[in-house]
């Protein structure tokens, strides 16, 4: 079982950054790849970004190519989303989620644990 904590959301304006952490509650965190979606109002969860068990691997949406970066300590049993040159389409409730390390994919209804979400607001 992993429970998942995210923090650090809030309001940006057009342009800045914001870094977003998840913590998890488990004795196993390197079993699982860790991963970031979103969703905005009206619209369907989409994926963001997925990291590796051991952090050696990530890929990223079209969309947060070049601007986020996911990385993760397994020392603390963290994951980070660091989101630079925001604008308002990223708009949305950004939630952690971690599947086991046999998937390290794009589906939602892969992945086995979610956080509670947390709200993300660019302004232009």
């Known amino acids: 079982q992993v429970q998942l904590v995210e923090s650090g959301g809030g309001l940006a304006q057009a342009g800045g950054s914001l870094r977003l952490s998840c913590a998890a509650s488990?004795?196993?965190?390197?079993?699982?790849?860790m991963a970031w979606f979103r969703q905005a109002p009206g619209k369907e969860r989409e994926f963001v970004a997925v990291i590796t068990w051991n952090g050696e691997d990530s890929n990223y949406a079209e969309s947060a190519r070049n601007r986020f970066t996911i990385s993760r300590d397994n020392a603390k049993k963290m994951a980070y989303l660091q989101m630079n040159n925001l604008n308002p389409g990223d708009t949305a409730v950004y939630y952690c989620?971690?599947?086991?390390?046999?998937?390290?994919?794009?589906?939602?209804?892969?992945?086995?644990?979610w956080g509670q979400g947390i709200q993300v607001t660019v302004s232009s």
């Open positions: 488990t004795r196993t965190f390197d079993d699982f790849n």
């Open positions: 989620a971690a599947t086991w390390v046999s998937y390290y994919g794009t589906e939602a209804a892969k992945y086995a644990y």
